[in-house]
């Protein structure tokens, strides 16, 4: 959502992007509090627009389910136990799965600053309007 003409843009909810003629602002507001970096355009080398991989462990957890799921049922004595636990863990295991598999990635904006990167996380639906932001600051 561009707030305003080439001006500003938000990069996701609570972190807005501001030209001036110096140079970027890049505002947080993090529980009621502003917090302001300022980047002079000469400063910054560069951008990057760059997907996130997403995070394994939940595809990890997900296999480990199953395959204790499969223990259970067949180490158990008690038919009761192996039966209903395995169905749990599989159940479990499912929910995990459809979670890795069904998780967005996602972008940041990382901006390249004498040397270092600020990397900001920022909205699917926003990415146009921040390509289009950026290609106004003519860097590169």
Not at 3 to 18: A, C, F, H, M, W
Not at 59 to 74: C, K, N, P, R, T
Request: glycine content about 4%.
């Amino acid at each position: 959502m561009t707030i305003s003409k080439n001006k500003e843009t938000q990069l996701r909810k609570g972190v807005v992007l501001y030209k001036s003629t110096k140079g970027i602002r890049l505002e947080k507001n993090i529980e009621n509090n502003n917090l302001v970096s300022e980047i002079k355009l000469n400063e910054i080398n560069g951008y990057e627009l760059s997907p996130n991989k997403k995070d394994n462990s939940q595809a990890m957890w997900a296999i480990s389910g199953f395959l204790l799921a499969i223990l259970v049922w067949q180490l158990s004595s008690v038919p009761m136990i192996s039966i209903a636990g395995s169905i749990i863990l599989v159940l479990v295991s499912l929910f995990l799965s459809l979670d890795y598999i069904f998780a967005k990635t996602r972008i940041s904006l990382i901006l390249y600053i004498n040397g270092k990167d600020l990397r900001e996380e920022i909205d699917d639906e926003n990415i146009d309007e921040i390509r289009e932001f950026l290609k106004t600051l003519k860097i590169s």
